[in-house]
């Protein structure tokens, strides 16, 4: 991406590699780990995968950097292809700290194309534009006043953000946090349903979604005590491992949840239809994606998933 001051684009074959399944784990996930990766499942008799990939390509070249891009011809990588349940092509997915974050299936629009990129690059901690300074410093204000506690102060500095621009979708992830943190559910869920279309699959309200939806879960579940115990007379009482981890979280451990998690993970990953794994993707994107717990819980799941 240019810098102010004209700083040279990257240069396009340093953008999109083609991947194997020899080098998919270090161009794919260990790369994930420093800039988003947009991964093109295709197959050179695929018609719609001849129209996707060079308008794809152009979205990842003007993206100038944000994000790379990773071909696998799913004929000659049918192992990586299989791990994730690639049933249809062309299928896309984007990669950020080793986890799939996103993704579609079938021929885009370039304008959707470009909409996607801008999400991944969003979740990847890129330039999103669009914010000026005083907004963008009305939000952080208001981020440390929820930090704080003063949820009715946060509240209205993010009301009058969404005034300002009715768009925001920092303020508008922010302001349906504000309630969870309140209690108060169902204003939470009316406002992520009143969010514009053009912002509703943003990070910030995909974050705030998952949090809503974590928080309603932690309405039912018992004691934290009681169910270590059970877990400890039985490990392999799933459900039980699968409640302490929400009973955790919702006690503000997100670490202990994760570690639940992932223990469930490695003894039973299809449990439940792979709740142990839909569970770990929710915390993730409801933490911050810099958040040392999801660094590290993304990096675990990783290694399991392509052991």
Known sequence: ???????????????????????FMAEVVEKSQEVPVIVDFWAPWCGPCK???????????EAGGAVVMAKVNVDEAQSIAGQLRIQSIPTVYAFYKGQPIDGFQGALPESELKAFIDRVVQAGG???GGEGDGLAEAVASAEEMLEQGATADAAQIFAAILEEDPKNAAAYGGLVRTHIAMEDLDQAEAILNGAPVEISKAPELEAAHAQLELARQAAGVGPVGELTAKVEADPDDHQARFDLAQALYSKGDAAGAVDQLLELFRRDREWNEGAAKGQLITIFEALKPNDPVVLNGRRKLSSMIFA
Do not use: C
Not at 2 to 22: R, Y
Not at 53 to 61: R, S
């Open 1 to 23: 991406m240019l810098e102010l001051g004209g700083a040279a684009q990257t240069p396009k074959q340093d953008l999109i590699k083609d991947v194997s399944e020899a080098n």
């Open 51 to 61: 129209q996707l990939g060079p308008a794809l390509e152009k979205a990842v070249t």
């Open 126 to 128: 890129g330039a999103a």
